[in-house]
C-alpha cells in the first residue's frame, strides 16, 4: 500500500480567529466623558421618572470624584453647556431668552480658575457642532455642583469656596423642590455636613442637615 503523503492543516483561518479574539477592548472613557454621560442617565431618569438611572449615576460617583482635576471639569462643563444653549425656565417650562454663557455655564465656570493659555483655542479653531435644542435638566446642574463642592473640598485653601457653593446649591435645590432630585440631594445633604466639619463649624450645619435628608446616603 502507497504511503499518504500528509498534507500541514491550513491554520490561517484559525489563526485569524486567533487575532480577532485577542484583539483589545477599546480604552475606557475619559472623566470628562463619563460626566457627560452621567448627565444623560440623569436626564433619562427624569424624563422617564425611573430614578434606577441616577442610582446607577451615584453608585460610581466615588471612584469618578477621585479623577477631579480643573480641566476635567472644565471640559465637562463646556460641553454639556455650550455656549448658546437655551436657559430652563422652571415656572413656565419653556426656555427664556437668555443663554448659559450669562447664566448656569458662566456659574459653574466661576468655580474653577481660569483655563491656562495652553488650554485656550481661538474662536476659528473651535469645530462647529450643532446647536443644542434645551439645556440639561435642573437635576444636571446640581450634579455638577456636587462635582465641584468634592473638588474644592480637595484642598484646604479652598474650603471657603466649597462653603458658599454648598449654600448656593442647598438654595437652589429648595427652591426646585423636584422629588426627582432626591437620590442627588441626598448627597449633597451629606457633603453640606462634611463642609461644615472640615470648616471646623459642623454645629452651623444643624439648621441645614435634618435627620431626613441623611436616610438616603
Known sequence: MADVEMKPADTTQDKSEDKKDTKEPPPPPTPAAEIKSNITLIEKAVWSLEPRFTHRVLRSFTALRKKLDDAVLREAIQEIYPAGTPVYNHSSLHTSNMDVDSSVRASLLSWLPEAPTKETMDVDDVPATKPPTSDPVPEAQIYLQLLLIHHLLAKSETYPKAMVLVKETIAKMQ???RRSMDP?????????????ELAGDLAEARPYVQPQNLLAT
Open 184 to 196: 442627588i440631594a441626598a448627597k449633597v445633604w451629606y457633603v453640606v455636613e462634611r463642609t461644615y
Open 175 to 177: 427652591a426646585l423642590n
